[in-house]
């Protein structure tokens, strides 16, 4: 099955490393690969093997929903707020034995930010002009840890499917206290600038140690058609980092005076097609869902978070060439709803729920390059 192994592997790993989570605009879900093997889930790492890979992931978010509800006038007003955002990943993964893996995601961030309301506002009385101001952060997030083991031995040639499991941590090495400056008109209308934290969307880390449980699967269904699961969990015990989520403590709420340090959540499952045996073309089709939950898995929920989750439709396409792989991938929400936090939920009415801007679409190209323990290819395919 080598002819179909390799151009579905090559495919896989674009499918699986488009799962990295992206701060999916206001919902502040941090990049995050959803499997710490290679993603590569067919071709898999052998002993020895060093895998390097490196990921481009872009989205502009600027739609708001409160709930499943989208606001429509915000964009019809001028008034939404818009994320932009850029993110490289570099990944090394190494074969401790064919059923073994472990690897290392490093990612570095680009993020902009602009918006009225925190500025001068969106009313015509304190903004009459409309005028939009931007903010910034950019430098290293947070770099996680990751084991991958197969459940089955995938070196056995009768396999036609294999289930892995993993377990990572993150670490909070991306700054979760980036400041930005804001401009405020003084008492005699005068331009002024406030430096404070930059919103939470946009900070590059979370400021917390986390625990990442995840899975993948394959299974073969005809000659050439491939059915793939995987996704994580991604649990932070910590409550809250010390990024004041207003810039100051004068008369804010308890419960959202720092940022959240929130879990996030990622699963996706489709079908996978190989088009040509010789020169290694693959589509893929699938749906993701991820996103933030309202409440933890461990400990307190409390802190100002946006959560909210994300349905995708999920088109893929991959070229493998001997030890390269290229993949491209647009992720297309067809469901946005940005639920209730803790915060809300305290509002003794019910009346309170939050709102958050998404993006339409991630854009999201993979590259991985292979290093074999011997000149000789060691693969060892399922057969066909």
């Known amino acids: 099955m080598k002819h ?25 879900i941090r990049p995050m690969s959803c499997s710490s093997t290679n993603a590569n889930s067919l071709n898999i790492l052998e002993k020895g093997a060093l895998q390097f890979s490196t990921n481009y992931q872009y989205f502009k978010s600027f739609r708001h929903f409160r709930g499943s509800h989208q606001e429509k006038e915000r964009i019809e007003n001028n008034t939404q707020v818009e994320n932009f ?60 840890i990751n084991t991958n083991f197969w459940l089955f031995d995938p070196l056995n040639s009768d396999s036609k499917g294999n289930i892995a499991l993993g377990l990572g941590i993150k670490l909070p090495t991306g700054n979760e206290n980036v400041q930005g400056n804001f401009h405020k008109r003084s008492s005699i209308d005068q331009d002024s600038i406030v430096t404070k934290a930059v919103d939470q969307s946009i900070q590059l880390g979370d400021g917390g140690f986390g625990i990442i449980f995840q899975y993948q699967a394959m299974r073969k269904l005809f000659k050439g058609t491939l059915f793939y699961s995987n996704g994580f969990y991604m649990s932070n015990p910590m409550t809250e980092n010390t990024t004041l989520a207003r810039g100051t403590l004068l008369n804010v709420n308890p419960i959202i005076a720092y940022h959240s340090i929130p879990d996030q959540f990622a699963i996706r499952a489709g079908l996978n097609q190989t088009v040509s045996k010789v020169h290694g073309l693959s589509f893929s089709l699938g749906a993701r869902f ?69 993006a339409d679409y991630l854009v999201n190209f993979t590259f991985s390059y292979r290093i074999h323990p011997t000149k000789k290819d060691s693969h060892q395919p399922m057969n066909d």
């Open 4 to 28: 179909l192994f390799i151009p579905f592997g090559s495919l896989l790993f674009s499918a699986l490393f488009s799962l990295n989570s992206y701060s999916q605009g206001c919902v502040a």
């Open 290 to 358: 991820e996103g933030v939950p309202s409440h933890d898995l461990i400990g307190s929920s409390n802190g100002y978070r946006r959560p909210g989750h994300v349905l995708s439709a999920e088109p893929g396409i991959s070229y493998a060439h001997k030890a390269l792989n290229f993949g491209l991938s647009v992720p297309t929400a067809v469901y946005r709803n940005r639920v209730k936090s803790v915060y809300d939920l305290s509002d003794p009415l019910g009346e309170r729920h939050g709102d958050a801007a998404f």
């Open 85 to 144: 955002s850029h993110s490289f990943e570099l990944r090394v993964e190494y074969g401790v034995t064919s059923r073994l893996s472990a690897s290392i995601s490093i990612p570095y961030l680009s993020y902009s930010r602009t918006s009225l309301y925190e500025h001068y506002g969106n009313s015509l009385d304190r903004n009459p002009d409309q005028l939009r101001f931007e903010t910034n952060s950019n430098g290293l997030g947070d770099i996680r």
